[in-house]
């Protein structure tokens, strides 16, 4: 049967119980949304585990590839099964919790099937013991703060959830959950995307808190939110900013035709339960924080506005890019060397090749993609160039020929003379040929020429390759500066 083989390279005794308890979990746990583990062996100071294949893309993946948020209902679907198992683990004594839930860790099939893989960061939980951990990794906008300091419980699970619902259906990473801490900027769901349903919002506003003790108490109760909007197990703070000047969040609170008396908890005010049903939400003013704020730093700048979800578009072509920048390369490279008299207009025309060719792979890669794409670009850029600039040369020179037999004919008839046709043309190519300012160790036509031109295709490939790497780069900076991932 087809499989998955999982090798451990860490042969040390901790990455060994790692994925030792990867292996306990998955098999006692037999659900179509984790994945089976069908045997654990090890071999040559190596950890092996031999896991059902699973096929599919990651939501990451299937958020890239269609371009747009997920819908509401879709990830609710996708996501609930999920929920479920994991509210199963962490009933457990100890429960057992994730860790590492993300878009990249959760496979969808074929059949629409979510199926939550990577168990390698699991660990017990014994509310009654220590339950601080040396394995302190964490997913930068997923991790909730406590996992910063390796102290986590099956809330850390929930909020890991909820930041991955937010991120499936706005297309923006949530500020890490350290920042928030010091100064929350998460921006409200609806304000990104206004297809979601208010309810949504505020369960993931809920789920998603800094504060553990604000969160879901159960995945289970954080499922029955999600679809019951009705449900409400406890009173849910207002969502919002905890101190004044900060950034303007939109929150929800429950509004009734009698005022509810508030009570004071920490000097934060809290709305208190009301009779009025959680569906008839609005936004309102921003109230204090339900969690500790912590003071915030001087350099930390003011929150900004929020911005429209992005407008995704094609990447550009390699085939489009590479000829587009071959034929502005070779028509220039022609005129310099047709118009300039001197030789160092040869070098000059040279790197300006170059500098088309690194622009070509640049403007190829600088939106995404792989950077394989610039080699396609500069393969397209170095024949089109090539091929462009021989036959602007050529007819330049055919040109050039033309108007020097003319003068040499002005000049016989001036003269008196009969100027030999022949004579006049050989002539004429060598007076052009003496002013174009091509290096001498340029090869002749035949064999030597073959060689020359594919040395500089392979130069064309290179350097676009090279403007490839940099707009890779680019592309990556601008995605983490924007937040996403």
Known sequence: RHC????????????RR???????VLFTVKSKHLPKVYDAFEADGRFYLVMQLIEGKTLHQVLRLQGKPCSEQEVINWLIPIMHVLNELHSRNPAVIHRDIKPGNIILTPDQTAVLVDFGLTKLYDPNSDTQTMVRAVSGGYSPVEQYVGKTSPQSDIYAM?????FLLTLKLPPEAVNRSYRDELIAPRLLNPMLSPNLERVLHKAMSVDADQRYRSMDEFAQALQNPSYTPYVDPTIANGRSGASNVYTQRAISPIQSQSQSIDRQSVPQ??????????YAQPQPAAYPALPVSPGISQSKAARPIPEYRALPSPISQG???GLVQGLLAAFIV???????????????????FMLAGFLTTRKGGKTSRAVWAGFWAGTVSTVIFWIVVAVGFAVLVSQ???LQTASAQQNGTSPDAGTELQHAITVVGATLPVHPATPQPGANMVVFLIGGLLCAIGFSLIGGIFGTSRFRTNMQRRGHP
């Open 4 to 15: 998955a083989i999982k090798e451990t390279y860490d042969v040390t005794p901790t990455a």
């Open 18 to 24: 790692r994925a030792l308890m990867e292996a306990a």
């Open 162 to 166: 909820a930041a991955t619902m937010y």
């Open 273 to 282: 339960p009301t009779s009025t049903p959680p569906s008839s939400y609005r």
């Open 323 to 325: 000829c587009l920048w």
């Open 338 to 356: 047709l118009i300039m008299k001197k030789e160092v207009y040869f070098y000059v025309a040279i790197i300006e090749g170059f500098l088309f």
């Open 404 to 406: 020097n037999i003319a």
